[in-house]
């Protein structure tokens, strides 16, 4: 991960606005403290039940929207003058049925949500970010405000994997990539040489849980070591959801004695990426940087 990027991807004309919708953990705030030194004032949209509540936001003009109210995403946009929106955070649950909200908007794209709902994460998010930009707004990836962000190739940590590790993050980031073809989710875990959890709708965070958990099992009793690799999902919408570790994910995976982390190359975000070394150097785990034609 290189320690300082300046050129964003992208540039902002005077009477461009931006909004962030913000769903839940660090990287919202970090978005939007990055666009707030640009000509005119950033937007927040928080995701009702599901944006953190940091003292921070504060700061910035916001609106809220329900997770059902995406047909009303548009129209809000457009009267605060927003010309680009950046999807930014988790959110834990899609809408139910029942608390959608219709309207013209919603009618023009109905049959297109109809299909994200009985499909994939990824697949969702394709169709969202389609139907927004049918609309006039652009937009555009968490990556592409923050490049810093932004995880570059090699090892990071004093920590350095060992050879077995290399074993190991093989066996995973073949593993993270396949369920990604699935769109199922972008982390596994491998100990041993192999594969033994996958992320689901879960997330990563309690996929550690459950390999925690796991190691007083009798098939991983007496292994010890083990790594966490996280990659972006083939052909994924990039400018949403991207794979993403920070100083929880380090803390989660010391827990779950594994001897390190890997990550997919310029498609993954480092949260707090000092605080995140620093403390992957305090618990002696490695983070490197992985190719994206890593075990292929």
């Known amino acids: 991960m290189k320690t300082e990027r300046t050129e964003r ?8 606005r931006v909004a962030v919708v913000a769903g839940n953990g660090r990287l919202p705030l970090d978005v939007i403290e990055g666009i707030a030194g640009g000509a005119r004032p950033p937007l927040l949209v928080r995701v009702r039940d ?21 047909s009303l995403l548009v129209p809000l946009l457009k009267r605060h003058g927003v010309t680009h929106l950046v999807l930014a955070g988790g959110i834990e ?58 995880a570059s190739e090699g090892v990071q940590t004093r920590v350095r994997p060992t050879t077995s ?33 996958l992320e689901g709708i879960e997330g990563t965070d309690q996929m550690l ?19 966490l690799a996280k990659c972006a999902k083939p052909g ?17 995976a010391h827990e779950a004695g594994l001897a390190g982390i890997g990550v997919e ?18 618990l002696g785990m490695f983070v490197v940087g992985l190719p994206r034609d890593y075990a292929a």
């Open 9 to 16: 991807s992208f540039t902002l004309g005077s009477g461009d």
């Open 50 to 70: 599901e944006i953190d509540p940091l003292p921070a936001y504060d700061r910035f003009e916001s609106e809220e929207l329900g997770v059902g109210e995406f």
């Open 93 to 150: 649950r899609r809408p139910r049925l029942s608390e959608i909200k219709v309207n013209m908007t919603l009618l023009r794209y109905l049959p297109r949500v109809l299909k994200g709902l009985a499909s994939g994460d990824d697949r969702l998010l394709s169709l969202l970010v389609r139907s927004i930009e049918d609309d006039g707004i652009k937009v555009v990836g968490a990556h592409e405000i923050v490049p810093d962000l932004l």
């Open 209 to 227: 849980r459950r390999v925690r958990d796991l190691r007083g099992h009798g098939r991983l009793a007496g292994k010890t070591r083990g790594v």
């Open 165 to 197: 590790d290399r074993r190991d993050l093989n066996a995973a980031f073949i593993a993270a990539r396949t369920i990604g073809a699935l769109d199922v989710g972008q982390g596994a875990v491998a100990i041993g040489g192999r594969a033994i959890a």
């Open 236 to 252: 994924q919408e990039l400018r949403a959801d991207l794979p993403t570790i920070g100083p929880a994910t380090i803390e989660s």
């Open 265 to 282: 190359a310029e498609r993954t975000l480092v949260l707090e990426r000092k605080r995140t070394i620093e403390l992957a150097d305090q």
